[in-house]
């Protein structure tokens, strides 16, 4: 009952947090709302049961991801045109897009077209997730750690950095 | 209806969220945390069905996709960086080169 | 039986166009001299003739036609177009003519042509003009036979238009291959019926078939028409005479052999070959006849008031075109057939002295400006005076024999023959003498119109010229005897003469013998010593002569009613509306819309992030749908 309710309020932030990041101006407040859907969507994963999965999100998305997009907010200068013309040419054309795509997708699951499930499930633990990553999945693992280190020198290689020291 | 359908409706809005913002806003940066929104919406229905699924996969899986979205944030938000400094404006309008 | 000197008739002259107009012209560096072309050219006709001569000696002996089928041609399906040969009576006759005096002229040429700049091109297109004729003649099938009528239509235009430098000369070139044309379609039309209704284009088996016992679906007569609008373009009959004067630009021993012994006789050659059906035509044949009768009287007025000597002897042979057409209509096809023959003897013969007139005086063609060249340039004069005698019908020369026939033959012959068609023919051949006389008189006697720098230079003809004159001559003068009609006699009929006619026969000679004497009678008081008498009734029927002199204003005429509505069709219809409005107009269009399509659709691509992002959602939106749709 509980974890209802929890669930709830958890999806009811979410939502929220994403609806608030489309009507506010200030591109900082709109990474605060980013900042709190994803906090709760770690709390849904939490209820879930998978708190591996949760604890991750909070690690990487909030900690690492949107850390570096506030950074970013603060370093550049909003006060630009995008500041005072939030939205584009194209809002009733793309509200009015993408309402029909979601009300097409809406129609179909509705009428049964897309089975959505039922039914109970199951949730795992840090033993069994560490497991099978160094057992089964370690070739990935060790890939991510490749592809992390390849976003690194891209980076680098994207700013153009230049060494400063001269004679 | 049950929690795995309730979640699946709930990914489905947040994703259609991101979606519209990615169109109707004009601040680059804005754009790229609707992207990030979308994506989190998405990993939400796969948690869902992994959670359901049982196996252990479903958990790789998720893993891996909150690997890639850090690297991809890593390249994209120096990529504007280098924009805006040329630039020197978040607008989207203003970035019209692909035109023709 | 089967031979195979056919083919080798055939095939000779080719050989000389082949090496003359290879090696010889400018082609192949023009490196051998004017007497190995003379050689070669003259050469191989002669060798075409002596064959000829054999063969006529093996139908002798076998009394068969002599066929030679050469190749297939080509095989459509379950149709056979063979190319073969045919020698029968009437090939014999045509061959012997045009391979005899086709030489003859080729041996004239060599003295007329010495010096010319195009030499080797003249003899290469001369023999290139024999092989054609050849093919005409001997051909077995409608379709050879028209090979060769094409062919011997370009040889004609290339020689018509030898000296292209002037432009009048290539006009006139272009005039006689068009209006050829024109009757060609007819020519076509006829093919094409008689191949549908018969299967197969071989004439003996056509005129079998129209003379067996089952009528063929076909109508003879349709038929024998669209042949005849062949002939009249070949042989130049009214309405498609007009190029035959104009055809004088061409040089004269080409006058001589094409537009006066041979090519124009083809049309004469179709009808008489194709008697079969014509027999059984009576619709077909009076036609013939009358357009004949009409052409002959028609282009001897004319004649009668022109003063260049070649259109006088162009006009002649039109007039006596008509004289064999005449006789083809009423049947008799054996004996327009032997008025070929002495045609081609005493016209040629005319129209060589005219060239060795010329020659003489340094290129004057005009007779206002002759005269008293009798004594200067005799032995011109004899073979000239001979020949227009023979022309004239005086008997006993050749002329007298054939047009006497074709007279008796106008007035009794059951197949359409009438007083009507005989009195007009008559007529005709009273201004034939005449202005054959006329001419005579004009040219050679009388004081001299010559301008002094002319008449310095008068000389008699060289002995290749003077000697073809000669053996001309002496065929007009006794070609008469040959007897063509007799030996045609198996093959082509005479059609039966009622016996109440009969006792007509005598009187009608002494008339035709009385007419002729009268034309020369007339001539000579008209023009002899200063043709004042003439010049008086000229001044006195002035609007008359502007007419005959103007040749009735045909050429006008063609050029009003046909030659300007074309041209405006074709620049306002079918140039500026047809091609540049609608053709490229229309591609105009095309390319304009393209590139207006992609003007607009270069508009999506606004450069805009947001207008991109919102397309991918549209194409996720129709994906979905459509996989909804089709599950």
């Known amino acids: 009952m509980l974890e209802d309710l929890l669930l709830i309020l958890f999806a009811a932030a979410a939502v929220a947090g994403a609806v608030l990041m489309l009507l506010l101006r200030h591109p900082m407040r709109v990474a605060l709302a980013l900042i709190a859907t994803m906090i709760s969507l770690g709390g849904i994963y939490g209820l879930l049961g998978v708190h591996v999965i949760a604890v991750f999100q909070i690690m990487i998305y909030v900690g690492a991801v949107m850390v570096f997009m506030v950074y970013a907010i603060m370093l550049l200068d909003v006060r630009d045109p995008s500041f005072t013309e939030r939205y584009s040419r194209l809002l009733w054309p793309g509200v009015a897009a993408c309402t029909v795509l979601a009300g097409v997708l809406v129609g179909a699951a509705w009428q049964g077209k897309i089975p959505l499930f039922k039914g109970p499930g199951d949730s795992f633990g840090v033993q069994p997730f560490s497991a099978a990553f160094l057992n089964d999945y370690w070739l990935y693992f060790e890939l991510t750690s490749v592809l992390l280190v390849v976003a690194v020198l891209a980076a680098v290689a994207v700013v153009q950095l230049r060494s400063t020291r001269r004679g | ?100 | 039986m089967s031979t195979h000197l056919l083919g080798l008739i055939v095939a000779l002259p080719l050989a000389g166009f082949l090496f003359n107009g290879i090696l010889s012209t400018r082609l192949g560096g023009a490196r051998l001299g004017e007497t190995v072309v003379n050689l070669v050219a003259c050469a191989l006709p002669g060798l075409s003739f002596v064959l000829t001569v054999v063969c006529f000696f093996q139908l002798q002996a076998s009394g068969k036609p002599l066929i030679e089928a050469t190749y297939t041609w080509a095989t459509i399906g379950g149709l056979r177009f063979e190319v073969g040969f045919w020698f029968d009576r009437l090939a014999a006759v045509m061959t012997l003519v045009v391979t005899g005096v086709g030489t003859l002229i080729h041996i004239y040429s060599t003295g007329y042509m010495h010096g010319d700049k195009s030499h080797a091109r003249y003899f290469a297109y001369l023999n290139l003009f024999l092989f054609f004729m050849l093919l005409l003649v001997l051909g077995r099938s409608l379709l050879v036979m028209f090979v060769g009528w094409e062919g011997v239509g370009l040889a004609s235009y290339l020689l018509i238009g030898f000296w292209f430098d002037d432009p009048a000369k290539a006009a006139a070139g272009k005039k006689a291959f068009i209006t050829n044309r024109i009757g060609d379609a007819g020519f076509l039309i006829g093919m094409f019926l008689l191949w549908g209704t018969f299967g197969t284009l071989d004439m003996d088996t056509i005129n079998a078939g129209f003379l067996g016992p089952k009528a063929p679906a076909m109508s003879a007569s349709l038929v024998g028409l669209m042949l005849f609008i062949g002939a009249c373009g070949k042989s130049a009959q009214i309405p498609l005479h007009v190029w035959l004067p104009d055809a004088m630009a061409g040089p004269t021993p080409v006058s001589a052999l094409i537009h006066a012994a041979t090519m124009v006789t083809a049309g004469i050659y179709l009808v008489a070959r194709m008697s079969g059906l014509y027999n059984v035509a009576p619709e077909a044949s009076a036609v013939v006849a009358a357009i004949g009768v009409a052409t002959a009287l028609f282009a001897a007025t004319i004649a009668v008031a022109q003063t260049d000597i070649k259109k006088v002897l162009a006009y002649s042979t039109v007039s006596q075109l008509g004289l064999m057409f005449v006789a083809l209509g009423v049947g008799a096809y054996a004996v327009a057939i032997f008025h070929v023959v002495t045609h081609a003897f005493f016209k040629a013969c005319l129209f060589l002295g005219s060239g060795s007139v010329i020659h003489a005086l340094g290129g004057e063609q005009d007779i206002r400006k002759m005269g008293g060249l009798a004594r200067r340039i005799p032995v011109t004069f004899v073979t000239f005076a001979v020949a227009t005698t023979a022309i004239a019908g005086i008997p006993p020369l050749a002329g007298f024999f054939s047009k006497d026939e074709i007279l008796w033959f106008a007035f009794a012959s059951p197949q359409g023959g009438a007083p009507w068609l005989w009195a007009l023919a008559s007529a005709a051949s009273l201004l034939t003498s005449f202005y054959m006389f006329r001419l005579l008189w004009l040219t050679f006697f009388g004081a001299s119109r010559m301008t002094p720098e002319v008449e310095h230079h008068v000389h008699e003809s060289p002995v290749s010229m003077t000697g073809v004159l000669v053996v001309l001559a002496l065929l007009s003068a006794f070609g008469g005897f040959i007897p063509v009609v007799h030996y045609l006699e198996p093959q082509l009929p005479l059609p039966a003469v009622p016996e109440a006619l009969h006792h007509f026969e005598r009187n009608l000679i002494f008339v035709a013998v009385a007419l002729a004497f009268a034309g020369l009678a007339l001539a000579w008081w008209f023009f002899s010593g200063d043709a004042s008498r003439a010049a008086r009734v000229r001044d006195l029927l002035a609007g008359v002569h502007r007419w005959l002199t103007n040749k009735y204003y045909i050429d006008e005429l063609y050029e009003a009613a046909l030659g300007r509505p074309l041209t405006w069709l074709s620049d306002r219809v079918f140039l500026q509306l047809g091609d540049r409005t609608v053709i490229d107009g229309t591609l105009h269009a095309l390319s304009g819309a393209a590139q207006r399509g992609a003007a607009a659709l270069g508009a999506l691509q606004a450069g805009s992030l947001h207008r991109y992002a919102l397309y991918a959602v549209l194409g996720v939106l129709a994906a979905v749908l459509w996989s909804l749709r089709h599950g």
């Open chain 2, 1 to 100: 209806m049950d929690k795995t359908q309730f979640l699946l409706w709930v990914s489905l809005v947040l994703f259609s969220i991101g979606l519209v913002g990615l169109i109707v806003r004009r601040n680059l940066l804005v754009m790229l945390m609707c992207m990030e929104l979308m994506l989190n919406g998405v990993n939400l229905s796969l948690v869902t069905f992994a959670q359901r699924g049982g196996s252990v996969e479903g958990a790789v899986m998720v893993f891996l996709i909150f690997i890639v979205a850090a690297s991809e944030i890593a390249i994209a938000i120096p990529i504007v960086l280098l924009l805006v400094r040329h630039r020197l404006t978040l607008d989207a309008g203003a970035y019209t080169d692909l035109k023709g």
